[in-house]
C-alpha cells in the first residue's frame, strides 16, 4: 500500500475536525476498502510517540521502585505496546457487537477508520503535553489535573468519534464511550497482569 504525507495529514485533519464536533470530518476521510485497511497504519505512525511515553515510564517505574528492575526496557515497552494494541482491537470487537446488535453495522467501517486516525492525531497532540507531564515529575501537584484534563479531553474526543461516525444520538454514543473505555482498560490491564508487568 502506497502512503504520502499528504494522504496521512488529510486523514488525521479530517480526524481532528470530528474530535471537535464537526461532522463534514467524516465526509473527509477515506472511506474506500483500502482506506478502512490504510487506518490501520495509523496505529503504527503513533508508535515512535507510544513508544516514547511508555519509555519514560520505565524510567519513572524502576526508580520508584513499581516494577521489576530485572527486567529490561526493550521487553517492557514491547509488552505495553503489545498489550495497549490488543485491549484496542478487542474493543473494536466489542464495538462490532454493539454495533450489529443496535442495527449500526453498516457503520462500523466508518467508525473504524475514524477512531484509527483519530487515534493518531490524538497521540501527536498530547505528546507534549505528556512529556511536560513527565518532566514535571510525580510529586508535583499538578500532575492529578492534568492527567484528569487529558482524559477528559481523550473521552470528548471518542465521544464526538463515535456519535458522529455511527449517527447515532447523544445517550447512546455516551453509553458506547463509557462501555467501550472501561472493556479497554480493564482488558489492558488483565493482559499486563498476564504478562507479569
Known sequence: ??????????????????????????????????????SFWALLFALPFTLSNKYSEYGSAVSSGETNQTISVFPYLLIQEMASLLAYFLSLLVLYSICRTSGFKHRFPIAVISLNWSSLSMTILSFPVLVLMGAIGQASAILPFMVLALMIVFTLAMFNVLRLALEIPVRSAIIYVFVLSVFEI????????????
Open 1 to 38: 500500500m502506497n502512503f504520502n504525507a499528504n494522504y496521512i495529514l488529510l486523514n488525521m485533519a479530517a480526524s481532528i475536525k470530528i474530535m471537535f464536533g464537526g461532522a463534514q470530518g467524516i465526509g473527509e476521510l477515506d472511506h474506500s476498502a483500502s482506506g478502512f485497511l490504510r
Open 186 to 197: 480493564i482488558a489492558y490491564f488483565k493482559l499486563l497482569e498476564l504478562a507479569g508487568l
